[in-house]
């Protein structure tokens, strides 16, 4: 497995630990712990931190081992308390909610979608701040797929990686017979160009301004 450069983002899993102000490598304390959630078994799988303080969340919602499930996206404030949740997706479809960047007006979420009852694809949603779907883009590939991962490239557009031509309906842990992609958007949804890369997954995926280079964390099987 080969991994490499992970984007720093809050890992949530609706425990916040806060580092204590003394000595400087001090074990961190709990400064709160709350759960929030729909009527359905949720599934946190990534949270940042809001520029303006609080929290976003993604995930999905439904029973545990139906592979009919929604994605969700969750906004809390600095405190704990819900301020909005946004349930994606069909009753019946399956949609999950994977991974999520800030951007100046909202988040970009990224994930799967249902299209038909045993078919799911890649998808970007625009979530306003307000918890409203402003847009929503199904990718158009062979078979299932997912966006993986996301982040910033300026105040106008992002790159995101994820996996296509999957047998899984589900999102699993490693998808190991698929084709990777990478792909670079504006916040509007319009793709700029879209690449197969050389592992059957993006996991994770960082852009560094400075270097203006795109990093990929993926897996690789080896012998």
Known sequence: MSEVCIPRALLFSLIILLPCCEPAFCAPEVEWITGWG????????????????GFCVVGKCGEPDSSKVNGFVMKIDATGEQEWLTVLGKQGFHDEARCVVEVHDGFIVGGTTGIYKRRSKACLWKISLSGEVTWKKVLDHKKNGAIRGLDTLDPESFVATGYVASDEIRVPFISDES????????????????????????????????TRVITICGTVWQE
């Open 179 to 210: 084709t990777g992609i990478l792909l670079v958007s504006n916040q509007s949804g319009d793709i700029a160009w879209q690449k197969e890369i050389p592992f059957s997954q993006g996991a994770k995926v960082s852009y560094r301004k400075k």
């Open 38 to 53: 729909t009527e359905h078994e949720d599934h946190v799988f990534e949270g940042v931190h809001v520029e303006g303080g």
